[in-house]
C-alpha cells in the first residue's frame, strides 16, 4: 500500500473506496496474511488513464 499511495497521491482510504467503486485495480489475493499486492501492470495502466 505504501508504493501505490507513493505512485498515486491518493491515500489508502481513498485507494480503497475507490476499489469498492470499481474505479481502481482491485488488490491481488495473498496467500500470506495481511498483505495488498496490485498487477504492476494494471496499476500502471491507471495511473496513465485514471478513472
Known amino acids: 500500500m505504501p508504493e501505490i499511495v507513493r505512485r498515486t497521491g491518493m491515500s489508502a482510504s481513498t485507494v480503497y473506496r475507490r476499489i469498492g467503486e470499481g474505479r481502481f485495480p482491485k488488490q491481488i ?7 495488498a499486492s496490485w498487477w504492476e501492470s494494471e496499476v500502471a495502466e491507471w495511473i496513465a488513464n485514471p478513472r
Open 29 to 35: 489475493p495473498m496467500e500470506r496474511g495481511n498483505i
